[in-house]
């Protein structure tokens, strides 16, 4: 983001895993988190049902996507698909071919979509937020390739994932999935 967003911009990173000593005084007594993790039975259902619109909303438009299709236009394509449903986009992101390696969070440009292309799109209704990412290929072999390693740290993933698992037994999973498809400090990109 920093190399077309703030160009000579200093950026300093802190990777997202290591969490900082907190200052002094903090909230940390009033951590909010355990009421964030269990959703109510009407919760789990409305989130069930706003995955269900906005992968509709989303596969609709990704399968529709042309390789002369600018970043902007899939982008915009998103956001009429997910308001058409009542779901509110709060971020697109869409590298076409060029980006599609080069940026992790891409935001939508002028550029077309080429042979290739990622959709990321994050919608909410009632207050539960969708995540979800697309990838497309028009015959992009090193996608493809690229795609199925991701399908396989998936796969291992939703393998752990089961009552009783810790989340640190799932996350173990994750990071041995990323070594055996060749990127063994993937897990530390985004997760």
């Known amino acids: ?3 077309e967003e703030a160009p000579g911009i ?3 990173v802190h990777p997202w895993y290591r969490f900082p000593p907190p200052p002094s ?3 940390l007594e009033h951590d ?3 009421l964030r993790l269990v959703l109510s039975r009407g ?3 409305a989130f069930a049902h706003l995955g269900r619109e906005a992968a509709m909303a989303v596969g609709e438009v990704v399968r ?3 390789p002369e299709w600018t970043e902007y236009a899939l982008a915009g394509a998103l956001a009429e698909a997910l308001w058409g449903r009542g779901l509110r986009p709060l971020l697109l992101l869409v590298a076409g071919e060029e980006r599609l390696f080069r940026h992790r969070h891409p935001l939508p440009k002028g550029k077309p979509l080429g042979r290739a292309f990622m959709a990321v799109a994050c919608a909410e209704r009632g207050g539960l937020v969708a995540n979800l990412t697309r990838m497309a290929s028009f015959g992009h072999g090193e996608v493809e390739a690229r795609y199925r390693k991701v ?3 998936e796969a291992a993933a939703l393998s752990a994932s089961r009552p009783g698992a810790t989340l640190g037994e799932v996350f173990a999973a994750l990071q041995g999935a990323y070594a055996r498809v060749g ?3 993937a897990w530390e990109e985004h997760h």
Do not use: G
């Open 10 to 12: 200093p950026v300093e």
């Open 25 to 27: 005084p903090n909230d």
């Open 151 to 153: 399908l396989e740290v």
């Open 1 to 3: 983001m920093a190399e």
């Open 32 to 34: 909010l988190t355990p």
């Open 43 to 45: 919760a789990q259902e």
């Open 64 to 66: 529709s996507a042309r």
């Open 183 to 185: 990127f063994p400090l």
